[in-house]
């Protein structure tokens, strides 16, 4: 664990591992946390680099009105040039691949290979409403929880696991929603995505990339990571069947092999 500053914030990462690097980003309630499973399998191959953006975890947080998503793109550019690495791959979940999206977008020289979990090149009217409505329950920990963590799951998963459903319930509207510092943050997390729109700059990114889909993503549907695919000149998609917007949760195993499986793929001699 460590830390370094960025506009005088304390920006926290951590490095597991050792080989390629492999930058992971986190999902918008997440935190480095949030991939303590991960990291074993994760970085058997790999020097792993996880990262909590501001307002999220250990980093700093913001405090006043807020900020754009062009923050934490700089914030990932800065752990970048503090680690002295130019060409990892980088992996994003949600919120995280969007980040990644744009800053493989901004800065395509600093990406090897692309790895984009259930994101979008784009913030829509439906996906900014559905922000509002986590904002507005942000003060009732029961509705907050009610309004945001049924639909990141898909069905048959969230229907099929009643008592992990009621710890996970327990704890996050006990524990964690009704810390308000976390949730100022969270707030100001949602809203700092609310006008992100990279669809007119796909082209600018040059790094091979995997786009990967859930079947019954609800918040990102697969219509968006295929509208990914057709602006990213070099990019490859795969669709996970009967799964929900959390798939590193739901499809754990696949979720590390595709990302590990892509990141470090040799491809000299391949026709592609």
């Known amino acids: 664990m460590a830390q370094f500053e960025y506009q005088g914030k304390k920006i926290h990462y951590e490095t597991h591992g050792e080989g390629a690097p492999l930058v992971l980003l986190n999902g918008i309630m997440m935190s480095t946390l949030s991939w303590y499973q991960f990291i074993t399998p994760l970085s058997a191959n790999n020097k792993l680099i996880l990262m909590d953006f501001i307002d999220q975890g250990q980093s700093d947080k913001y405090g006043g009105e807020g900020y754009s998503l062009d923050l934490q793109v700089e914030v990932l550019k800065a752990l970048l040039d503090h680690l002295e690495l130019k060409n990892p791959a980088i992996a994003g979940i949600s919120y995280g691949g969007n980040v990644a999206l744009q800053f493989a977008a901004s800065y395509p020289d600093y990406v090897n290979r ?3 979990f259930n994101a979008a090149a784009s913030t829509g009217a439906w996906l900014k409403e559905l922000g509002q409505s986590w904002t507005m329950s942000a003060e009732d920990p029961v509705h907050f929880y009610n309004t945001t963590i049924p639909i990141i799951y898909s069905q048959e998963f969230y229907n099929s696991r009643p008592d992990w459903v009621k710890v996970r319930r327990d704890f996050l509207t006990s524990q964690v929603f009704t810390n308000k510092a976390f949730m100022d943050g969270l707030v100001r997390l949602t809203r700092s995505a609310d006008d992100y729109n990279i669809e007119d700059r796909l082209g ?23 509208k990914l695919k057709d602006g990213i000149k070099d990019s490859d998609l795969v669709l996970l069947p009967g799964t929900g917007h959390a798939s590193m949760y739901e499809r754990p195993a ?12 040799k491809l000299e001699g391949l026709v592609v």
Request: glycine letters at 2%.
């Open 114 to 116: 692309l790895i984009i």
């Open 254 to 265: 696949l979720f590390v092999s595709l990302l590990t499986g892509f990141a470090n793929a």
């Open 204 to 226: 600018n990114i040059t790094a091979k990339t995997l786009i990967i889909a859930s079947e019954t993503d609800p918040i990102t549907p697969p219509a968006q990571q295929y």
